[in-house]
């Protein structure tokens, strides 16, 4: 395991050791409930104070605004039903737009709200590179729009999307707007005194946290109606005991993200761009193409379409060949069926089973993408006779 070239830090990172060694003691010293009031428990509240002060300082944020929840999903759950129902609640609005291209957190949000809770909602189509337009938003806002959620960047694709020209539409509207930026959280400078946007969605093991935490920016004053009801802890917004070393470890990831951005971001951006030219010309030019948006994309975001290729046989034999890759977003990795977000963009049927994504992250070297490009030509005359033979 240890040796295989791990190019899918879209799907998970490693947690930072200086990450294991904050959350530790929440474990072992400080393991009261922060809702105690003994000095075990104050203690734990201090901590999870703390690790709220310290996302919302990196956010030029207020720390009432920093929700914890159980993960990425969970906070987009709650951004979008949450603004919803409340909406419904105060006979605020019945419509929202979202966009294709979402995180199945999201779209299925989306879908669940208009079957079965009578919602209003606008999925807006996306271009051949997955960018929704501003136009197509601007003309889907009608007088009862209660929110509008469009993501900072696809998982399969990379392609980031003009967040702030449609948060900035949302305002003149007086719309609410919530983005998921799961994918982008650490790529991104966030201020929340100078961004439109009034709800993130954060996951941080997407960003070298620990996974069973997720962060939800809710901006003063945007009500929420709660999912997850029992004993009102992050201010009534999602009951249950707060699991205090991982929202430690949230926040020191989140830090670590932030404190070293620029570096990190050029790290990616030259490995990103030597594995795309690589890869590039190692396939034959008919047979690859470059999904997702040419330069507004993830730094660390590399995808392709193969033609007439399944993604699961190109990502079995990367493995062989020691490389962790993914076919789409993780939740997709094992399903052979044709990739949504490939027949979204338009690719017809030959490319769009086809789908690989290569995420990289800070331990990656140029070396070991010279030896992902090495093995790619070997890696898909495989997959093509395998494809051949069952006619993909
Ligand atoms: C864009 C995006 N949104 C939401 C999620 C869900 O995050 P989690 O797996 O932490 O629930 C993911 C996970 O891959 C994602 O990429």
Redesign the pocket.
Known sequence: MSNHIYLDH??STPVHPQVIEKMLPFWTEHYGNPSSSHAHGRSANFALGEARRTVAGLMNAQPKEIVFTG????S?NLAVRGVMWAARQHGSGNHLITSVIE?E??LETAVQLRDHFNFDVTILGVDEYGRVSVDDVAAAIRPDTALISV?A???EIGTMQPIQQIGALAREHGILFHS?A??AAATTRWDMQTMPLDLI?F?P??FYGP?GV?ILYVREGVELVSSLTGGGQEDGRRSGTVNVAFAVGAAEAFKLAQDNLEAQVTHYTNLRDQLIAGVMTAVPANEIILTGHPTERLPHHASFALKNMSGNDLLIHLDMAGICASSG???KTGDPKPSPILETIGLDPAWTKGGLRFTVGSQNTPDQIEHLIQAMPTVVEKVKKISQLFAI
Do not use: L, R, T
């Open positions: 879209g799907a993960c990425g999903s969970e987009d995180h957190a999201v993501m960047a696809n998982n998921d799961v994918q969605s996951a093991h997407k996974k997720g977003s993780a939740c």
